[in-house]
């Protein structure tokens, strides 16, 4: 469930939203004080699940919430994420070689996850670095490099797919 205001800082909400739908149909309800019709019909147009105007009461978007979250449980997604002999199921935290499940530590995936997103492109260790371990990490960034190289051992022949880009980062082909 996402709570999403339309106006925010940096980005507005509705481009958020957007971006979403392209990747998740996780429940979307926006709360902002923008009440015009045109900006809620925008909202449903982007594929919002709720458009709530500010002041609202608690109460009700306490049941709106519940509501979306119950009609939301039991749907699937299976958009299975390919690069060459490497699938990766994004929505059930699996991962296949060659048609045989591969069991990843958390970190590892999270890394698959993003190499994959990114097929073809340079990965730096500083972006892999803030994605995965957050910003507020202290260590250095070759905790990447210990972690590519679990990564690679347990992808087996399709470890070769993972390339290291010399001083910047990975990428990932196939």
């Known amino acids: 469930m996402v709570l999403l205001d339309v106006m925010l800082p940096e980005v507005d909400g509705f481009a958020i939203c957007r971006e979403l739908r392209k990747k998740s149909d996780v429940p ?14 925008h909202g449903y147009y982007l594929g919002c699940d709720d458009y709530i105007a500010k002041p609202f009461s608690l109460a009700e978007l306490y049941a709106k ?19 060459g002999n490497i699938k990766l199921n994004p929505y ?7 048609e045989e499940e591969v069991i990843l530590a958390p970190m590892e995936f999270a890394i698959l996850k993003i190499l994959m997103e990114n097929r073809g492109k340079l990965v730096s260790r500083e972006s892999l ?4 371990w957050g910003y507020d990490f202290e260590g250095n960034d070759r905790v990447v490099d210990n972690h590519v190289k679990k ?4 992808l087996g022949d399709a470890s070769t797919q993972i390339k290291t880009v010399f001083k910047r980062g990975y990428k990932l082909e196939g």
Do not use: Y
């Not at 919430?65 to 690069?83: E, P, Q, W």
């Not at 059930?92 to 060659?98: A, K, L, Y």
């Not at 990564?151 to 347990?154: G, I, P, S, T, V």
């Open 28 to 41: 979307i309800v926006f709360i902002t004080a923008r009440h015009n019709e045109n900006d809620r019909l």
């Open 151 to 154: 990564l690679r051992k347990a």
């Open 92 to 98: 059930r935290c699996t991962v296949f070689v060659n």
């Open 129 to 132: 670095l803030i994605r995965v």
């Open 65 to 83: 919430v519940t509501a979306l979250i119950r009609r939301s449980k039991g749907t699937v997604r299976n958009d299975i994420m390919a690069a």
